[in-house]
């Protein structure tokens, strides 16, 4: 393969990958990722030692040993452009050789596991619970860009869902990582998983700006194809879930739900919900 130029991959004067700032020995191959920078310390105050602090911009980066075992955690902030960045700049760091500026023959496969906040699609879905993603279902454009490949029943989701929204664009559609799902999730709810382009009117939110489709809450909640059916709502698990097909890692996102959306509730315990899930988490990891 050609040598990857100066200006696709971008490396800093001290090695470094251009957004994360961080070295290939910086990261673990197993990481988790968080939305809020603030929530890095609420997982790693877990681990019992830290060797590597980094912080740039919204990503934050602490890895150290949990129980033994080194892991990673990194935030993101919000929306999926964050996770495009975030998704193409870890796979650099294991797959691409920076002095060659060419890709490793040997690709390294990160397991890789989103732990952030979720709003419930159905009222069956309470606060306080917590349900693993085995689709995720983007409404952003990040894979218009993109070659990702979807099976005919992928395509049937999303071709369903694009009509009875009434929107111009393509919804996409991926399944999260079985092997993590098999290890991590079996006791939580499991769902599909909205990534919405952003938090208010995309999520149905009504302050001052309006909302062009004034049932659109009603039409997530209702939307079936067969037994698939949403369940929650966020704003950046298909874009993980599609990146992970495309560069080839596994990829699961757990759902802290902090509001029903149909019932109208914010949990008060919203910060207890999601330690919860974070001790859940590192166990099982």
Request: proline residues 4%; charged residues 25%.
């Given at each position: ?148 490949e979807q099976t005919a029943d992928e395509q049937s989701i999303t071709k369903t ?125």
């Amino acid at each position: 393969m050609a040598v990857i130029p100066e200006s696709e991959l971008i490396i800093n004067k001290n090695g470094t990958v251009y957004h994360l700032n961080l070295l290939p020995e910086h990261i673990s191959d197993t990481i988790i990722t968080v939305g809020d920078p603030d929530r890095v310390a609420m997982v790693s105050r877990y681990f019992d030692k830290i060797e590597i602090e980094v912080a740039k911009r919204e990503f934050i980066t602490h890895t150290g040993y949990y129980k033994g075992k080194r892991l990673t955690v990194i935030s993101t902030g919000m929306g999926t452009d964050n996770i495009d960045i975030l998704m193409n700049e870890l796979d650099a760091l294991v797959n691409i050789d920076f002095q060659s500026r060419e890709p490793n023959e040997e690709k390294i496969k990160l397991k890789i596991v989103r732990v952030g906040t979720s709003g419930s699609l159905q009222e069956s879905i309470p606060l306080g619970s917590h349900v693993a993603s085995h689709y995720g279902v983007g409404l952003d454009s990040l894979m218009e860009f993109y070659p990702l490949e979807q099976t005919a029943d992928e395509q049937s989701i999303t071709k369903t869902l694009k009509e009875q929204l009434g929107v111009s664009f393509t919804p996409y559609c991926v399944p999260g990582s079985k092997m993590l799902i098999d290890k991590l999730a079996l006791d939580m709810i499991p769902g599909n998983t909205l990534t919405c382009p952003g938090f208010y009117a995309p999520q149905g939110r009504v302050l001052r700006g309006g909302l062009r489709n004034q049932n659109l809450l009603q039409v997530y909640q209702d939307f079936k194809v067969c037994d698939f059916q949403l369940t929650n709502f966020e704003m950046e698990t298909a874009g993980y879930y599609a990146m992970g097909r495309l560069l080839g890692h596994e990829m699961l996102s757990l759902n802290a739900i902090v509001a029903n959306r149909i019932t109208q509730e914010f949990a008060k315990n919203s910060e207890e919900v999601v330690d919860s899930l974070i001790r859940k988490t590192l166990d099982r990891i």
